[in-house]
Nanobody
Framework: QIQLVESGGGLVQAGGSLRLSCAASGRTFSNTAMGWFRQAPGKEREFVARISTSGMSTGYADSMKGRFTISRDNAKNTVYLQMSSLKPEDTAVYYC??????????????????WGQGTQVTVSS
């Protein structure tokens, strides 16, 4: 079992920045690949970014490239999502997810094993 707790969401103006954090417990974090997803009202959950167990490999959805950065601190059991140049269409609940079957998770939500409760990000225009 692994427990994930997101934090850092909030209300920000368009063009602003936020950093989300996801604290993990219950499993050796350095053996756990991580991902971020988001879900806007009335829409399906979509992939945002992923990071390998070591942090050496990352991947992003096309619409997030250049604006979002995923990182991790294995000593703190935490994964981060730095978001900049935020747009109103980035408004969603953001979820972190854990993949325990390998060094890097996929880009679909069904490939992840554990989920946090989500944190709301609202970008005003």
């Amino acid at each position: 079992q692994i427990q994930l707790v997101e934090s850092g969401g909030g209300l920000v103006q368009a063009g602003g920045s936020l950093r989300l954090s996801c604290a993990a417990s219950g499993r050796t974090f350095s053996n756990t690949a991580m991902g971020w997803f988001r879900q806007a009202p009335g829409k399906e959950r979509e992939f945002v970014a992923r990071i390998s167990t070591s942090g050496m490999s990352t991947g992003y959805a096309d619409s997030m490239k250049g604006r979002f950065t995923i990182s991790r601190d294995n000593a703190k059991n935490t994964v981060y999502l730095q978001m900049s140049s935020l747009k109103p269409e980035d408004t969603a609940v953001y979820y972190c997810a854990a993949f325990v079957k390998g060094y890097l998770g996929g880009v679909t939500s069904d490939s992840y094993d554990y989920w946090g409760q989500g944190t709301q990000v609202t970008v005003s225009s």
